[in-house]
């Protein structure tokens, strides 16, 4: 049983437009979330996380948002740039343990 | 969906032993795998990566000699931490990914292993 879910495996976006990559989990004991964001034959690099005392954290164009209530966390991008054509992956930690989701691959259209 | 499996889930050892992790991708080759350290509440950090009959290529300030990695076939790679000590104390993970997935899954998808905590004593 998938304990993150990434239900997109890939999202087309114009670019300048804003990327909005989604994320559900189900276990309620995941404390900190992170993505990654992937290159093809390149391993993951880390993005930006959040721990679950927030609802935001914001980096520069990159800014995820958590709701613990629905137990859902997205990434938005914005504005999108070729550049940001990737997989990227959504993760989970319970501190002891991390989850990784399946991913997404975002295409950012000129 | 792909499997990667890491043995053992958790290993305790006292300093200077030598502990080997492995890797293995149960449903598909993997060309490539990837080695990573987690300290608490902090991303991964790459180690290196692990090519399948190439030697590993490392990142930058990780002591290969420290951690020898070994793709011996196209689904196993192994890590070893050689003389270990207190602060090799971490929780390592695998990802593999490219190759001949079943599936017709794309070669840059990658599957995380489960972790391995490693305490030194």
Known sequence: ?110 | GAVVSQHPSRVICKSGTSVKIECRSLDFQATTMFWYRQFPKQSLMLMATSNEGSKATYEQGVEKDKFLINHASLTLSTLTVTSAHPEDSSFYICSAGGGDLRGGHREETQYFGPGTRLLVL
């Open chain 1, 1 to 110: 049983d998938q304990q993150v879910k990434q239900n997109s495996p890939s999202l087309s976006v114009q670019e300048g437009r804003i990327s909005i990559l989604n994320c559900d989990y189900t276990n309620s004991m995941f404390d900190y979330f992170l993505w990654y964001k992937k290159y093809p034959a390149e391993g993951p690099t880390f993005l930006i996380s959040i721990s679950s005392i927030k609802d935001k954290n914001e980096d520069g164009r990159f800014t995820v948002f958590l709701n613990k209530s629905a137990k859902h966390l997205s990434l938005h991008i914005v504005p999108s740039q070729p550049g940001d054509s990737a997989v990227y992956f959504c993760a989970a930690s319970d501190g002891d343990k991390i989850i990784f989701g399946k991913g997404t691959r975002l295409h950012i259209l000129p």
